[in-house]
């Protein structure tokens, strides 16, 4: 599918959009990307969302000007709480929550940078589930103690997070819905198949960032699960 973007009402915003096929409505999820930008792998997280019957957009939130002025612009909207991103990220859930395909519940899926997104809206009833991987605690609110319901992935050997997955359990209200799992002998990035640029390959080693296939389709199954008793009512 095209780089469609999403039409709303104060005009179109940038990303992917992937349609399941058969008949809706659908649960929907807004795909929020790390660092690197809206890219084939993210694409290829939101057809995989769509695959499993939700309506997927993947805002792109590097294309509103300049890619690096951009990027620290939406890094600023995790240490604020505020700012374009977020105005996009919410832009995006509320149309997606009013669209004819969808059956009015929405959920967030995002990837480092994006998993930061999810914990910062969590307790903001943007979203009816969120599942962050690997998402930094934004420095906004820090580890959030109240949440929608949550599914998170993080790896045991993250140089980036360590402890992550532990302290996100103890933060959070014991009341809150929660799936949370560290995954042991991975580190950061474990479920993008991403190929960072060569340059960048010593960045990659010493941030111990790599694809692990079992643990990425392990974290898949719990979200798809979760999503499913969430969003779609499975449960």
Same mark, same amino acid.
């Given at each position: 599918?095209?780089?469609?973007?999403?039409?709303?009402?104060?005009?179109?915003?940038?990303?992917?959009?992937?349609?399941?096929?058969?008949?809706?409505?659908?649960?929907?999820?807004?795909?929020?990307?790390?660092?690197?930008?809206?890219?084939?792998?993210?694409?290829?997280?939101?057809?995989?969302?769509?695959?499993?019957?939700?309506?997927?957009?993947?805002?792109?939130?590097?294309?509103?000007?300049?890619?690096?002025?951009?990027?620290?612009?939406?890094?600023?909207?995790?240490?604020?709480?505020?700012?374009?991103?977020?105005?996009?990220?919410?832009?995006?859930?509320?149309?997606?929550?009013?669209?004819?395909?969808?059956?009015?519940?929405?959920?967030?899926?995002?990837?480092?940078?994006?998993?930061?997104?999810?914990?910062?809206?969590?307790?903001?009833? &943007?979203?009816?589930?969120? %599942?962050?991987?690997?998402?930094?605690? =934004?420095? *906004?609110?820090? /580890?959030?103690? !109240?949440?929608?319901?949550?599914?998170?992935?993080?790896?045991?050997?993250?140089?980036?997070?360590?402890?992550?997955?532990?302290?996100?359990?103890?933060?959070?209200?014991?009341?809150?819905?929660?799936?949370?799992?560290?995954?042991?002998?991975?580190?950061?990035?474990?479920?993008?198949?991403?190929?960072?640029?060569?340059?960048?390959? &010593?960045?990659?080693?010493? %941030?111990?960032?790599?694809?692990?296939? =079992?643990? *990425?389709?392990? /974290?898949?199954? !719990?979200?798809?699960?979760?999503?499913?008793?969430?969003?779609?009512?499975?449960?």
């Amino acid at each position: 599918m095209a780089d469609a973007g999403l039409p709303t009402p104060k005009g179109r915003l940038p990303g992917y959009l992937a349609v399941p096929t058969g008949p809706g409505p659908w649960p929907a999820v807004v795909v929020l990307h790390e660092v690197f930008g809206l890219n084939d792998d993210i694409r290829r997280i939101t057809d995989r969302f769509a695959d499993n019957g939700y309506l997927a957009f993947a805002p792109a939130l590097f294309q509103r000007g300049p890619k690096p002025m951009c990027i620290v612009s939406a890094f600023r909207a995790l240490a604020t709480g505020s700012g374009s991103a977020v105005d996009d990220i919410i832009a995006a859930a509320e149309q997606l929550r009013a669209d004819d395909r969808s059956n009015g519940k929405v959920g967030s899926a995002g990837f480092c940078m994006g998993g930061g997104f999810c914990l910062l809206l969590a307790d903001r009833g &943007v979203f009816d589930a969120t %599942a962050p991987n690997y998402g930094p605690f =934004p420095p *906004a609110t820090g /580890a959030p103690t !109240r949440s929608c319901p949550l599914v998170a992935s993080y790896g045991a050997d993250d140089r980036l997070l360590p402890g992550a997955a532990a302290t996100l359990e103890k933060s959070l209200d014991p009341a809150v819905t929660r799936d949370i799992k560290e995954y042991p002998g991975v580190g950061h990035s474990f479920m993008n198949q991403w190929k960072m640029p060569s340059p960048l390959h &010593v960045v990659e080693r010493i %941030a111990g960032l790599h694809h692990s296939a =079992p643990q *990425a389709e392990d /974290a898949w199954q !719990r979200i798809l699960a979760f999503f499913g008793d969430h969003l779609r009512g499975d449960g």
